[in-house]
């Protein structure tokens, strides 16, 4: 078992496990910790705990010290050279005419490296950028390309719902989604009704999906004939949250709706009947 503590260096982002040492660390702390980029200031997310050697990836990386008052002005101090960064990144984009554009921009704690996020259709030949880079800000640079989906979780924003991006609040991860998802929930298959502002499907369609899944393995398909208490029918519609089934009886020409335990029930009779 190995002693482990969580912490996040962004609101939403993911949870970095390290090893704690002798610290007794509180959830909604603020830690210095030693990262494969740099030192960096991070959140504790999560209590120390003991777990499984399974479950970390090893070795871990350890917790320096609690953060301090002046390791916070550290941190602004880097939020505001971060945003001229960002300002001189955009300009030599624009000078060397790549096309690529500039996402975000993010001193490691101890500045040792700045790192530029860009979104691009392709790839990108940013070598000369990089010298460009360099020869101004004297530190290492880093030029990563991220994915729409990034890109909406690190700018944030409104989403079609009218509440905060769920990826820049409180998911860690992206989920795979499907369009599978919004067949299974009777959406329309109109993009620009299940897309986010990211252009991709929205990560909400997978909340909902397991409850989905789970009713339409209990419930027969549209077309299915079931009996019902007034005869045999042809199922037409389904409500899989609710469990009812729209059913059009065999010579006539109205449709009966009934909740799937009374066919259920209905089905149990025949059989016994036929027995």
Known sequence: MYKVVGVRFKKAGKIYYFDPLEYILNEGEY?????????????????????????????LKKVIRPAQVEDLEKVEENRTEAERAFDTG?????????????VDVEYTFDRNKIVFYFTAE????????????????????????IGVRDEAKMLGGIGPCGRMLCCSTFLGDFEPVSIKMAKDQNLSL?????????????????????????????MPDVG????????????????????????????????VEYALEELMDATNKIAQLIK
């Open 190 to 218: 109109n993009p620009s009704k299940i897309s986010g502002l990211c252009g991709r499907l929205m990560c909400c369609l997978k909340y909902e999906n397991d409850e989905y899944e789970e009713a339409k393995a209990l």
């Open 31 to 59: 830690v210095i910790v030693e990262t494969a980029r740099g030192i960096e200031y991070g959140k504790v997310a999560s209590c120390v705990r003991e777990v499984d050697e399974n479950d970390v990836v090893l070795p």
């Open 122 to 145: 392709g790839r990108v030949d940013f070598r000369n950028l990089v010298k460009d880079l360099a020869s101004i800000f004297r530190t290492r640079i880093e030029l990563r390309q």
């Open 224 to 255: 299915t004939v079931v009996q019902t208490p007034e005869g045999p029918g042809k199922v037409v519609g389904l409500n899989l949250l609710e469990r009812i089934l729209q059913v059009n009886l065999v010579d006539q020409e109205h449709v």
């Open 90 to 102: 955009v300009s030599k984009i624009e000078e060397h005419k790549l096309e690529m554009k500039l």
